[in-house]
């Protein structure tokens, strides 16, 4: 039988993953006369996600959104904070029985290059998941992966090649394949599309719709490519820093944005339409370094509309017209919606 | 007169398996000022044709071209000291990954000051000039930066270093090859106004390669439309975007996510793009094209204007969007 993961029915209520104030803090050693230094990549970020809803995670490098994938992958221990599995704590589950729990979250990652073995042909790519955590029969797991390929768009009959012999789509679709292979209700995906060509991207975007669908899969989506994201996810959480600025409902916040990291993000955002060119470089500078962060506000330096006492008090996330904003301001940024996100030429 | 004119480039590698044409039939002319967008997808030669301008390919490559000109001067003939002369002065060049670009073993200012040295200005005039090259692409405290070493900066500081560096030489022509690629947004919409400034300002034409066409669309007066090592159209970015004309542009914009709002599923481009050996000898797009008719298999369409309006060209025996109302509907 495969291992999936199976609730105790008490819990069924619960969403499939909750995170409650996680945190990811690193110690970095002075040396032998410098003090020890605290990163915090993740600093208190919470969500729930429900049976095949779609969240995703945008923001720059730096901002947490990889380590905050560690975390809810169980690469990584959270330092602090709560993140249950349909209600019930994963570092509990983990324990219990890890090969389920393992099954229950899967990850694909941004360069399929990278992410596959280039000694192991298709099919032992595939099966090494089922080898390790289930006790299937060789035939049985030979079955599976061949019924797998089919499900993500390539010939069966390929599961002998190798990696190198496919193109870098198809090299995606292996890895969706392998990510799948335990039958997971929760799929993080680290920036599965940034790597492709765009005629290429739109395939794998549809392969994950398509895929959501027939399974009842969640999502994480993490991305730095807004229009990606605002195709694929209803809800959307941008992350500076290490923390949430931003959360809501896609619609809501691609309307409106109210913080003015999200608003910077969509203007620097390119649109499609060489008759809406204008100024995009609205945030001045670089960002921090996350070991020294500007105290107060952690955008304040960088911010347009920042205020005097912006520097002296932290904000925290609270409901700004129906979605939660981690801003002092929110309310009155001067200036209409600097960098509403245009969607060009539809009809 | 055009700045640079390339007619009929062919580029061909040697491989195990025969000779490897990875750019054939590339006409292209850049005027003084001009921004140029290139756009194609990997493996569509838009990067080998620039390498090939710049002589930067190895030596086993075999480029051909009727015409290779660079202000009125045969960029065939001249001896390879005199291209050295144009090449990193005239043409200058930035690349996709500037942490790679720089030398890790040298500050920032030794490295500018490097590519000042044929000027002619002594040492303390190069110091001058490298902390004004900085200052122009937005490094803030110059004076500072000259004694910074690469894994100092971050990649979009790496990326102003490389700018400041080709500025060195006074260029007439900046071939960008996926200069923002690797950074983030925030920072790309930096370098994307800090490119167009300097373009504008100092009348220095840009060919700017890309495989994004948002990038495109949001700084280029032209574009030219690479699929396979071929071209297969060129316009006006406004004209591109409002009513391409051959199926590969309009497939690639239907396929973008900003295009697709509104509907689940996006549309694709079925198959992929033809590897190296097996490019069929007629038009390279027709396997994939929904388009395709019997005379786009026997035979390979020419790039040629389309009728007769020489700012529009399109290798397609049957161009899309051909009724002008019907593409004002669609808009």
């Known amino acids: ?347 | 007169m055009a700045l640079l004119e390339i007619e009929d480039l062919s580029v061909t590698f040697p491989t195990s398996s025969g000779p490897f044409r990875a750019v054939e039939g590339v006409d292209l002319a850049v005027d003084q000022g001009e921004f140029l967008g290139v756009v194609g997808e990997s493996g569509s030669g838009k990067s080998v044709t620039m390498l090939a301008l710049m002589g930067l390919l190895p030596p086993q490559a075999t480029i051909e071209a009727k015409r290779l000109v660079f202000e009125g001067r045969d960029l065939r003939k001249i001896s390879s000291h005199d291209r050295r002369r144009i090449v990193g002065r005239e043409i200058a060049m930035i690349f996709q990954e500037p942490m790679s670009s720089l030398n890790p073993c040298f500050t920032v200012g030794f490295q500018i000051r490097e590519a000042l040295g044929k000027q002619g200005l002594d040492r303390a005039a190069r110091r001058r000039r490298a902390v004004e090259l900085l200052d122009e692409v937005g490094i803030p405290a110059p004076e500072e930066r000259l004694s910074a070493f690469p894994h100092q900066l971050s990649g979009g500081m790496s990326q102003r270093v490389m700018i400041a560096m080709m500025l060195a030489g006074g260029p007439r022509l900046l071939v960008a090859d996926e200069p923002t690629t690797a950074l983030d947004v925030t920072i790309q919409a930096q370098i994307l106004d800090l490119l167009r400034r300097l373009q504008r300002d100092k009348g220095m034409a840009l060919i700017l390669i890309t495989h994004d066409m948002a990038v495109v669309a949001e700084t280029a007066e032209r574009v030219l439309v690479m699929y396979a090592g071929q071209p297969v159209e060129e316009q006006a970015a406004r004209g591109l975007f409002a009513r391409p004309r051959h199926p590969y542009a309009e497939a690639l914009l239907e396929a973008l996510p900003e295009r697709g709002f509104g509907k689940r599923r996006l549309p694709t481009i079925p198959g992929v793009v033809p590897g190296a050996l097996d490019r069929p000898k007629s038009c390279v797009f027709h396997p994939r094209c929904r388009y395709a008719q019997d005379d786009c298999r026997t035979v390979r369409p020419p790039f040629a204007p389309l009728h007769g309006d020489p700012n529009v060209r399109v290798r397609c025996f049957h161009p899309r969007n051909e009724d002008a109302r019907v593409a004002e509907e669609a808009r």
């Not at chain 1, 599976?144 to 012999?165: I, Q, S, T």
């Open chain 1, 1 to 347: 039988m495969t291992a999936v993961y199976r609730s105790q029915d008490a819990a069924v209520a619960a969403p499939l993953v909750e995170a409650r104030d996680l945190k990811q803090h690193y110690t970095l050693k002075g040396g032998l006369f410098g003090e020890d230094r605290t990163l915090k990549a993740v600093d208190g970020v919470s969500f729930t996600l429900g049976r095949g809803e779609t969240l995703a995670v945008v923001g720059e490098s730096g901002c947490g959104k990889s380590t905050l994938a560690r975390m809810l992958t169980l690469i990584e221990a959270p330092t602090s904070g709560d993140l249950l599995f349909e209600g019930r704590p994963a570092q509990d589950a983990m324990r219990d029985d890890p090969k389920a729990t393992r099954g229950f979250v899967q990850m694909i990652f941004q360069n399929p290059y990278g992410s596959l073995n280039p000694r192991q042909n298709v099919a032992s790519i595939l099966a090494e998941p089922l080898v390790i955590n289930t006790r299937m029969s060789g035939d049985e797991r030979r079955r599976r992966v061949r019924e797998m390929l089919a499900k993500v768009g390539l010939r069966p009959e390929h599961d002998v090649r190798y990696p190198h012999m496919f193109s870098g789509g198809q090299r995606q679709r292996i890895a969706v394949a392998r990510a799948l292979m335990l039958e997971p209700r929760v799929v993080i995906a680290d920036e599965p599309v940034s790597a492709l060509d765009i005629s290429v991207q739109a395939q794998v975007i549809n392969l994950l719709l398509d895929l959501q669908d027939e399974f009842g899969l969640a999502y994480v989506f993490i991305s730095h490519d807004l229009s990606v994201v605002r195709h694929l996810a209803r809800r959307l959480m941008v992350m500076y820093l290490g923390r949430v600025v931003e959360e809501g409902e896609g619609g809501v916040v691609f309307e409106d944005p109210a913080h003015p990291y999200t608003r910077a993000l969509m203007a620097a955002t390119p649109a499609v339409d060489p008759s809406a060119r204008k100024e995009r470089a609205t945030v001045r500078g670089e960002l921090p370094s996350p070991l020294n962060p500007p105290p107060g506000c952690p955008f304040h330096r960088r911010c347009r509309y920042a205020r005097p006492d912006c520097k002296d008090r932290v904000p925290e996330l609270r409901t700004v017209r129906g979605r939660k904003v981690a801003c002092h301001y929110a309310e009155n940024l001067e200036g209409e919606g600097a960098g509403t996100l245009r969607v060009a030429a539809t009809a």
